[in-house]
C-alpha cells in the first residue's frame, strides 16, 4: 500500500492549484482519504476528508470551506484536492492518508497510511 502525494508548489495569493494523492497496490474508491496539512511549529490539521465512493461525503475545515475541493478518479486510483484562492495562511506541507473510517470530521490521528507529503507555499 502507497500513496504518492504530488501537484504542490509556490502559488501566488488567489490563484490556484491542484494536488493528487495516487495511491498504489489498493482500490482506492473502497476506502476513505484524507488530506491534511502541517505548517513550521504549528500541529497537524485536517484539512479535508471524503468518505468511500458508495457514500461520497465530505469534510473541510472551517477555514477552507468554499475554497477547497476534494473530488476522486476512480480510473485514476487518485484522489485530489483543489485549491482555489489560497491565502498565504494555506501554507504548510499537505499529506493525504488513509486506512481509517470517515466519521463526519478529519481528525489526524489513526490514519494507517500516509503520503510523504507534498510543499505548498501561497506567496507573492
Known amino acids: 500500500v502507497q500513496l504518492q502525494a504530488s501537484g504542490g508548489g509556490l502559488v501566488q495569493p488567489g490563484g490556484s492549484l491542484r494536488l493528487s494523492c495516487a495511491a498504489s497496490?489498493?482500490?482506492?474508491?473502497?476506502?476513505?482519504i484524507g488530506w491534511f496539512r502541517q505548517a513550521p511549529g504549528k500541529e497537524r490539521e485536517g484539512v479535508s476528508c471524503?468518505?468511500?465512493?458508495?457514500?461520497?461525503?465530505?469534510y473541510y475545515v472551517d477555514s477552507v470551506k468554499g475554497r477547497f475541493a476534494v473530488s476522486r478518479d476512480n480510473a485514476k486510483n487518485t484522489v485530489y484536492l483543489q485549491m482555489n484562492s489560497p491565502k498565504p495562511e494555506d501554507t504548510a506541507v499537505y499529506y493525504c492518508?488513509?486506512?481509517?473510517?470517515?466519521?463526519?470530521?478529519?481528525?489526524?490521528?489513526?490514519?494507517?497510511?500516509w503520503g510523504q507529503g507534498t510543499q505548498v507555499t501561497v506567496s507573492s
Open positions: 492518508a488513509t486506512g481509517r473510517e470517515y466519521g463526519g470530521s478529519c481528525p489526524p490521528v489513526n490514519w494507517r497510511y
Open positions: 497496490g489498493f482500490t482506492l474508491r473502497y476506502y476513505a
Open positions: 471524503i468518505s468511500s465512493s458508495d457514500d461520497g461525503s465530505t
